[in-house]
């Protein structure tokens, strides 16, 4: 259940498997980027975030991953269980505008079978 | 409780009145954003404050959005005459900085 390269809008894996969820941006200004999880009826959540001057960051079962150079963003989860059922959300802001200003992209909803 | 706060959590219109939305953003976040979440979209921006100085409101759809934070906390977005477009999922966020910010769980408003 994993998919590389391709930013898929839903994406099914089996509890136990590693889902990786990708993201294309935009801005090459950008220089902040943070993955969010929403549940139905929620706010989106905090899950991780990296900086323009990194390319990996490792979280409690989750990585991310930054490429600048094609401008990609992937957010893996090891494990993945039924409560990361959810949709995912990649953003992005600058340090030079609004403290914090993001800009979301399209979501991926994420669904863990038993 | 510790977290952003919004209400209604549900607001029905019909076309044409004014709503009122409030957030309650957390105790001591100077940051505050406002933005609005369509039915299987991304959240897009609306509305910044720092403290009570509205910095950017580039992202208000017409004037009749508004957006005010008087006393730097508590914020309330007003939207005037409303249409159906209007009809959308709106979120708070504060932060005390430039990291993480902390969402609301929204308000669903449903124009009629």
């Known amino acids: 259940g994993e998919s590389v390269g391709l930013h898929l809008p839903t994406l099914s894996v089996q509890e136990g498997d590693n889902s990786i969820i990708n993201c294309a941006y935009s801005n090459s200004a950008s220089d902040y980027f943070i993955w969010y999880k929403q549940e139905s009826g929620k706010g989106p959540q905090f899950i991780i975030d990296i900086r323009s001057n990194m390319d990996k960051r490792q979280g409690q079962r989750v990585t991310v991953l930054l490429n600048k150079t094609v401008k990609h963003l992937s957010l893996q989860i090891a494990a993945t269980q039924p409560g990361d059922s959810a949709v995912y959300f990649c953003a992005e802001s600058s340090n030079n505008t609004n403290a914090g200003k993001s800009t979301f992209g399209d979501g991926t909803t994420l669904t863990v079978k038993p | 409780g510790a977290g952003v706060s919004q209400s209604p959590r549900y607001k029905v219109a019909k076309r044409g009145q004014d709503v009122a939305l409030r957030c309650d953003p957390i105790?001591?976040?100077?940051?505050l954003f406002w933005y609005q979440q369509a039915l299987g979209q991304g959240p897009e921006f609306l509305t910044y404050?720092?403290?009570?100085?509205?910095?950017?409101k580039s992202g208000l759809p017409s004037d009749r959005f508004f957006a005010e934070r008087p006393e730097g906390s508590v914020s309330t977005l007003k939207i005037q005459r409303t249409q159906q477009e209007d009809s959308a999922v709106y979120l708070c966020a504060s932060h005390t900085g430039f990291s993480e910010q902390f969402f609301g769980p929204g308000t669903r408003l449903t124009v009629l």
């Open positions: 105790s001591g976040h100077v940051s």
């Open positions: 404050f720092q403290n009570e100085a509205q910095l950017d």
